[in-house]
């Protein structure tokens, strides 16, 4: 739901970490240069498509750049390029896949109408009308910076319970399953740097980025902590793809051809709830619990017969 021009400045400072999501919070906005109202935006996980997942797309991301973010902390924005060269390359990818698959597209949509920023709009569609129990329109409005008038924009800022369920259903979860409630993958244990394979793979992953950031601020260790777990969690599909399509930018990942560390690794993470890492989801509506329970219900049963 963000517009292009915020792709440029994205980097580990805008970056932090929420109970059982990442946060991402803008320096500023079109309306709001001092960035003095500016929301944070909770992102969560996807634990059933690997390619839907923001923490896995991350990770991936950041393993494959490591040269460049070992130079500065601009996530996507080269060291060198210009202002708006991120956003626009982001326009122009995205355009690429859509000529791609324009037959498909042609069935939903008008080709000659499609942009980057339609899916702003399509995404908050897509929030509101996924279940009869959407978020909040406060919320959707602040996720999109959208103005709500002089009065409300002022006065409506508790909109942070709806961003979370917001951010679950932008993640691809389904607001009618009780799986909407799943925790994100995460490492089993509270401290996980401290377990040689986990420091390995980090090393093997992101180790130029971990050394040059090591002093800063916004020391990017934990983010990239959740991100590693994810791509660990997703290692057979990440694997699928990498042998199915010879030459893949996943070769690249040193991690991904190591399967003794990987086998090791798939043992530490989990997506139960592990006390000192992650005990509860958030943004969960009451409709989710309920389907919880009556599936736990449904398999006592199902147990007993």
Not at 45 to 71: K, P, Q, R
Not at 81 to 92: L, S
Not at 232 to 243: A, F, N, P, Q, T
Request: overall charge neutral; charged content about 20%.
């Amino acid at each position: 739901m963000a517009r292009c021009a915020s792709v440029d400045p994205l980097g580990f400072h805008t970056f932090s970490l929420g109970q059982d999501s990442i946060i991402v919070k803008y320096d500023d906005s079109k309306s709001d240069k001092e960035g003095e109202r500016l929301s944070e935006k909770n992102v969560y996980a996807n634990t059933e498509h690997y390619y839907l997942c923001f923490w896995t797309g991350l990770g991936i991301w950041c393993a494959l750049n490591t040269d460049s973010l070992s130079v500065h902390e601009n996530i996507f924005l080269a060291p060198s390029a210009k202002e708006k060269t991120a956003g626009t390359r982001y326009q122009e990818q995205l355009m690429g896949l859509v000529r791609i698959h324009k037959e498909e597209v042609a069935n939903h949509i008008r080709i000659e109408h499609m942009n980057a920023y339609g899916l702003r709009k399509r995404s908050a569609t897509l929030a509101v009308s996924g279940t009869t129990s959407p978020p909040p329109i406060s919320s959707i409005a602040r996720r999109g910076e959208w103005s709500m008038g002089k009065v409300l924009d002022v006065y409506w800022h508790f909109s942070e319970p709806g961003d979370h369920y917001l951010g679950r259903i932008l993640a691809g979860m389904d607001p009618k399953k009780a799986s909407f409630g799943d925790l994100p993958p995460h490492w089993s244990i509270p401290n996980p740097m401290e377990i040689p394979e986990i420091a390995l793979a980090m090393e093997l992953l992101f180790g130029p980025i971990l050394r040059k950031h090591t002093g800063c601020e916004y020391r990017p260790t934990a983010l990239l902590l959740r991100c590693a777990a994810c791509v660990v969690y997703h290692l057979d599909s990440l694997l699928s793809k990498m042998v199915s399509h010879p030459g893949h930018d996943f070769t690249k990942i040193a991690i991904l051809h190591n399967k003794y560390l990987l086998d090791r690794l798939s043992l530490l993470v989990t997506t139960a709830p592990t006390n000192g890492v992650m005990n509860k989801p958030t943004g969960i509506p009451p409709n989710v619990e309920l389907a919880t329970q009556m599936e736990e219900n449904l398999s006592h049963v199902i147990s007993l017969a």
